[in-house]
């Protein structure tokens, strides 16, 4: 089996390939979800209540997620 080391974030396997920290990557994929809910947030008609909660809803289990 291949050693594994972890330097600066990056996981190096023995063989020279290198792989990105899946949390790096989730942290990525959550922040980018995040910023595109709140974009839909700020484009809600402000009258329609029941969508805003369920996005800022989304969104905090999201901030929760990546705390």
Known sequence: MPAITL????LFYS????MR???GQIVEQY???KRALERLKA?????NIED??????IISDMDYSLE
Do not use: E, H, P
């Open 31 to 33: 922040t980018a979800g």
């Open 52 to 57: 805003r909660k369920v996005v800022n809803g």
């Open 21 to 23: 920290a899946w949390v």
């Open 43 to 47: 484009s809600l008609d402000t009258d």
């Open 15 to 18: 063989r020279g390939v290198q």
């Open 7 to 10: 330097q600066f974030g990056v």
